[in-house]
C-alpha cells in the first residue's frame, strides 16, 4: 500500500484514518468559517485531524439558476480564513487546469471531481502542483479502470495521489457501493476513502436536482470501514435542509460526529480481531 501525508501530520495508507469533512459548497464566508470550527472541535473530540473540505464552485449543478458559489478568487479568501480560525488543512474541487495553482497555494489537497476524473490535463494539471490529489471515482468507472488515472497523476511526477469511492450509477436515479472497490483498488496500492455522503445520492431524483437518502448514511459508512477504506469524507453542514446544495444527503455535525465515533468502533474492533 502506498503511505504518504495528505498534510503536514495527516498520513494515509498506513493505518492511519484521515477523515475530511465540511459542507458541499462555501456558500457564504460566515457559514464556511464556522463549519470549520464545528469540524475542528469534533476532530478534537474524537482525536483526530480532519482535513476542511468545500468547495468554492459547484460547477455540475442540476439546474441552469442552482448556486453554484462565489467562484474561485472569493472562494478561497474564504477558505484560507476558515483554515487561520480552524487550524485545519484544506481540500477543493478543482474543474479547469488554470485553477490547479491558485487552489494550491492555499490548500493541501486538490479534488478531481467524479465527473471530471478521465480529463487528463486537469489530473495532469493537479498533480504537477505537487499538492496531494483526491480523485472522486466517477460514477460510470469500473475500480479497476481508476488505475490508469491514477497513473497519469504518477506520470506527472507525483505519486501522493488516492481515490474516493462514491457509487457506481444503477439504472436511472441511483447510486449503489461495490465494497468490492476497496480491495481491488488496494492490489495495485491505491489508498481508498469512502464519500459517506455523496453515496446517499439520488442523481436527478428530485425536483429540481439530487434527491438522497441520508437514513443509510451510518450502515454505508460503516460496511465500507469493515472493508477495507482508508478514511472517510462526508459533507457537514450546520443546517442541510437550509443548504444551497446536496440538502438531502449533508449531515449536520452531532450525526456527523456520531457516526465517526461508530466508524472508528468498528476499526477497533477489525484490529482486536486482527483485520
Known amino acids: 500500500m502506498r503511505s504518504f501525508e495528505l498534510a503536514p501530520g495527516i498520513p494515509i495508507g498506513t493505518g492511519a484514518f484521515p477523515v475530511i469533512a465540511g459542507p458541499c459548497m462555501t456558500e457564504s464566508e460566515e457559514l464556511t468559517v464556522t463549519t470549520a470550527r464545528l469540524v ?3 476532530g478534537a473530540r474524537l482525536g483526530l485531524r480532519p482535513i476542511f473540505k468545500a468547495s468554492f464552485d459547484k460547477a455540475n449543478r ?11 478568487e472569493t472562494g478561497l479568501e474564504w477558505l484560507a480564513a476558515a483554515a487561520r480560525e480552524s487550524g485545519l488543512p484544506l481540500l477543493t474541487d478543482v474543474h479547469e487546469p488554470a485553477q490547479c495553482e491558485p487552489a494550491a497555494a492555499v490548500c493541501a489537497v486538490l479534488q478531481i471531481p467524479a465527473f471530471l476524473c478521465r480529463q487528463t490535463d486537469l489530473v495532469v494539471a493537479a498533480a504537477r502542483t505537487g499538492r496531494a490529489v483526491n480523485v472522486k471515482k466517477g ?12 497513473e ?11 481515490v474516493t469511492e462514491r457509487g457506481f450509477s444503477f439504472g436511472y436515479h441511483n447510486l449503489v457501493v461495490d ?13 481508498v476513502v469512502f464519500d459517506v455522503t455523496h453515496s446517499l445520492q439520488l442523481p436527478g431524483a428530485a425536483a429540481d436536482g439530487s434527491g438522497g437518502e441520508r437514513e443509510f448514511a451510518e450502515p454505508l459508512a ?9 478514511g472517510l469524507f462526508l459533507e457537514v453542514h450546520p443546517n442541510p435542509a437550509a443548504a444551497l446544495s446536496d440538502r438531502a444527503t449533508q ?25
Open 40 to 42: 475542528a472541535a469534533i
Open 62 to 72: 442540476s439546474a441552469a439558476g442552482a448556486p453554484r458559489g462565489p467562484g474561485l
Open 139 to 150: 460514477q460510470f468507472m469500473a475500480p479497476d479502470d481508476m488505475l490508469r488515472v491514477v
Open 152 to 162: 497519469k497523476a504518477a506520470a506527472a511526477g507525483n505519486e501522493r495521489v488516492f
Open 179 to 191: 465494497m468490492r472497490s476497496f480491495a481491488i483498488l488496494h492490489r495495485s496500492g491505491i489508498p
Open 222 to 230: 460503516r460496511a465500507a470501514v469493515a472493508a477495507g477504506a482508508d
Open 251 to 275: 449531515l449536520p455535525p452531532e450525526r456527523a460526529e456520531a457516526l465517526l465515533r461508530s466508524c472508528l468502533a468498528v476499526r477497533g474492533a477489525l484490529a482486536e480481531a486482527g483485520g
